[in-house]
């Protein structure tokens, strides 16, 4: 590896020059014994260096602007800097959230407006903008559905329906809800088995959470059975709508009969994610659901946009003030240059894209489910790991060719599973070198699999001892003595 800029330090570099200390040299703010006595042990670098630091830094890890990154369920596709750019407009970036509303009724109004637009997107007419990122919305939609029962005074219902195929945050939240999970298992074809549900459906039955496409990219074809089983058993139907970008324009959760449903803005809608940045989700209800709503909900009333309180049944707050506000103008700002008829253009084409990989590489890997997929599918290499060459080892060789790892082992229902979505935004060009390279590493599991086994070969980090790793976590640069 490179050099580390603390390497690099030469006392008496500087990067820049401090103005002079035009106040008292010490004022007595900080008590004595906190004082350190000695300058902390920085690197000395000049600006130059310090800047050749940060550009490779920037550099080591691999993100979208880089390479092709279809890591399933995640969405990871390109989104216009220019959305970027319009959160970062002065009159949205220096708002403080404890402004006087007569100061932010822009701000109100982009979110009132994009409530409008998850609305229409979804087919619920309740919307709120407050959780932070997918899971936190999940949480959101079964704390609603909680206080829904508590209110009609129906306790018994504690149990939330989870079909195999589920995202895991599902079964997560559902835990953290308060409720018990109750896992059902799919058909041969990957679908929600309906004697299966059939058989688990009860007056304990509070909802099912169904994450359609699913996990293995397939849309649940008995959508319209389910909805009327669960809802004649009396619970209600949650939509995990993290991947909206299979069914933009096409389909909507509220038309299929789901009461709530969560929108990963971070995904479908326009913010960069990976790396820990902040995500930003949309709730949307039927109207049922709206009275426990988190608040304070962004209502329009007198043609003034305001913060309403005034909300018995709420939840409360889930989040501090109202959201990821520049998550949401990213957003508003994606939907609506994109239209109506953009948006589903976004979910034909990420259909399309994922569909053509998955003809390409179906003979060169086992493909589990047959029929056709959304906006992302799953390979087994189970042919490979016969020759001893693991889904793993495969994604790793991966990095070697500049491609970001597929997700993989998930689903646990397919054996050695790759997980990829392609998403709408890349080229048949950029698709077919993807299959070319993962069918010459098909090839390599047959001729060569030691190269395969030992990769990558030309990343910063070589291959990791996970366990090690796992066990004694080396966080921190430290001089070698
Ligand atoms: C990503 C994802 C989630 C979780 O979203 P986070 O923003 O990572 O919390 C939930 N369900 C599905 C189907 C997802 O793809």
Redesign the pocket.
Known sequence: MEELIYERSKPGRQAITVPKLDVDKKPNLIPDEYVRSTAPALAEVSELELMRHFVKLSQLNHCIDKGFYPLG???MKYNPKVNDMLAALEGFKELHPLQPLDQVQGALELMWNLQQSISEITGLPAVTLQPA??????LTGLLLIKAYFKDKGQHNRTKIIVPDT?????PATATMAGFDVVEIKSNKKGLVDLAALKAVLGPDTAAIML?NPN?LGLFEEEIGSIQKLIHEAGGLLYY????LNAILGLVRPGDMGFDVC?L?L??TFSTP?GGGGP?G?AVATKSTLEPYLPKPVVVKKDGKFILETDRPKSIGKIKGFYGNFGILVRAFAYISSMGSNGLSQVSKDAILSANYLRARLSSHFNVTHKQPCMHEFVLSASRQKERGVSAGHIVKRLLDFGVHAPTVYFPMIVPEAMMIEPTETETKETLDEFASILIAIDEESKNDPETVRNAPHTTVVRKLDEALAARKPNLRWRRES
């Open positions: 369920s995640c969405t990122a997918g899971a936190h919305g999940e589920a995202h895991g945050t599902n994450t996990t995990d709508g993290a991947n969560q990963n971070h995904k994610h995500g989700c």
